[in-house]
């Protein structure tokens, strides 16, 4: 629904143009990886950690501490060389929908 917002609402102004670009691409890319990998697996620890909306019994801190695996050694080493590689400190380097969409999950 960002994607489609951002298009309809604000065209070029969070996004790349939509079309066959390399900048289009490498949005779209890291929009969806934003909006599905990375909240799929936060929503993981937001069930199951300390906490979380499951109830206590209900909870598997296999599923945390494997979540949180995954991130440490997957998920934040590709945030983290994407920045700096971009100048500003957003992930394309300036200001997006994506930015938007990756403050919601890690706020």
């Known amino acids: ?4 917002l951002v298009d ?3 065209p070029g102004l969070l996004a ?3 079309g066959p670009t390399v900048k289009r691409a490498e949005f779209e890319k890291w929009l969806w990886f934003t909006g599905s990998s990375m909240d799929q697996m936060l929503w993981q620890l937001r069930l199951h950690d300390q906490g979380g909306v ?3 019994k209900e909870r598997d ?5 494997r979540t949180k ?4 050694e997957e998920v934040e080493p ?5 920045l700096a590689r971009q100048p500003g400190g957003f992930i394309l380097g300036e200001f997006s929908a ?3 969409v990756l403050g919601h999950c890690i706020r």
């Open 69 to 72: 695996t995954k991130w440490r």
């Open 1 to 4: 629904i960002v994607q489609f």
């Open 54 to 56: 499951l109830p206590k």
């Open 78 to 82: 590709q945030l983290v060389a994407q």
């Open 61 to 65: 801190q296999r599923v945390v501490d």
């Open 8 to 10: 309809a609402l604000a």
């Open 16 to 18: 790349p143009a939509a």
């Open 98 to 100: 994506v930015d938007c």
